[in-house]
Nanobody, 121 residues
Framework: QLQLVESGGGLVQPGGSLRLSCAAS????????IGWFRQAPGKEREGVSC????????NYADSVKGRFAISRDNAKNMVYLQMNSLKPEDTAVYFC??????????????WGKGTLVTVSS
């Protein structure tokens, strides 16, 4: 069974940092592009970042550029989202998703259940 599990969420003060992890089971993550998404209370889900299967191509939402960094370790079947300079508006449930194509895009095949990030003083 293809599965993604996010971890690393929690409560952090504004200006702080968190690193989210996305672990894959049941498939080899290295063949998939991986995206991070978030959904804040009362808002629609939005794309945050994406990384190609080999890691050579990444993209970011304008709202997180310069603060967030996506990376992957295919040997460990893991993808990470390093989040720095966090703001209250970054508060959301964060999801990772995989698509069985090497490049980032708009359709996704496997979703995790999410991890909650709360930025508050």
């Amino acid at each position: 069974q293809l599965q993604l599990v996010e971890s690393g969420g929690g409560l952090v003060q504004p200006g702080g940092s968190l690193r989210l992890s996305c672990a894959a089971s049941g498939f080899t993550l290295g063949y998939y592009a991986i995206g991070w998404f978030r959904q804040a209370p009362g808002k629609e889900r939005e794309g945050v970042s994406c990384i190609s299967s080999g890691g050579s191509s990444t993209n970011y939402a304008d709202s997180v550029k310069g603060r967030f960094a996506i990376s992957r370790d295919n040997a460990k079947n893991m993808v990470y989202l390093q989040m720095n300079s966090l703001k209250p508006e970054d508060t959301a449930v964060y999801f990772c998703a995989a698509r069985s194509i090497s490049r980032c895009g708009s359709t996704w095949d496997v979703w995790g259940k999410g991890t909650l990030v709360t930025v508050s003083s």
